[in-house]
Every structure is written in structure tokens, then in C-alpha cells.
């Protein structure tokens, strides 16, 4: 399966705001999604997420219902370098 990263830009203040919608993502994922991490970059109230799907369609269709809580501003498919690879 492809690996995603897509940066949101989250409408609200905090992090601890954002848990109740990230709850609700969470639990409403179809089968062969798979949201691997976030990272919450505070000073710009974005999110940076990894995710795992057949494709990025997948993906944009499941967040849909949040688009007005947490916007896609970008989204870009990758592939994960190890660092350990270089040990």
C-alpha cells in the first residue's frame, strides 16, 4: 500500500481542542485506511499526518466530513527511508 503525507491546517486554538474531531476521525475510517502518526506543529496550528491507503483518493475521501474542521492544504504521496538503513 502507498504511504501519504498530508499538512491540514487545524481551526482551532489547541491541541487538547482538536482530540474530540481526531476521535471522531478515528473511529469512522474504512477498511484499508490506516492513519499512521500525527504531528502537531503548535506556532501554525497545523497538522502534519501519515497515512496508508490504496491511493490518495482514499484518503481525501475519508477526511471529507473534517475538510471544515482540518483543510488539506497539501498532500503528497512518499516512500519512508529508515535512518537505521545507514547504521
Not at 482538536?18 to 492513519?35: E, I, K, M, T
Not at 482514499?58 to 483543510?71: D, G, H, I, Q, T
Amino acid at each position: 500500500m502507498a504511504r501519504f503525507i498530508l499538512i491540514h491546517k487545524v481551526l482551532v486554538e489547541t491541541q487538547d481542542q482538536a482530540v474530540g474531531g481526531l476521535r471522531q476521525l478515528a473511529a469512522s475510517l474504512p477498511p484499508g485506511l490506516q492513519w499512521l502518526n500525527s504531528w502537531w506543529v503548535a506556532d501554525t496550528s497545523r497538522m502534519i499526518c501519515e497515512w496508508e491507503a490504496p491511493d490518495l483518493d482514499s484518503v481525501r475521501s475519508a477526511l471529507a466530513p473534517f475538510e471544515a474542521f482540518a483543510p488539506i492544504e497539501e498532500a503528497h504521496e512518499v516512500e519512508r527511508i529508515d535512518p537505521h538503513w545507514y547504521d
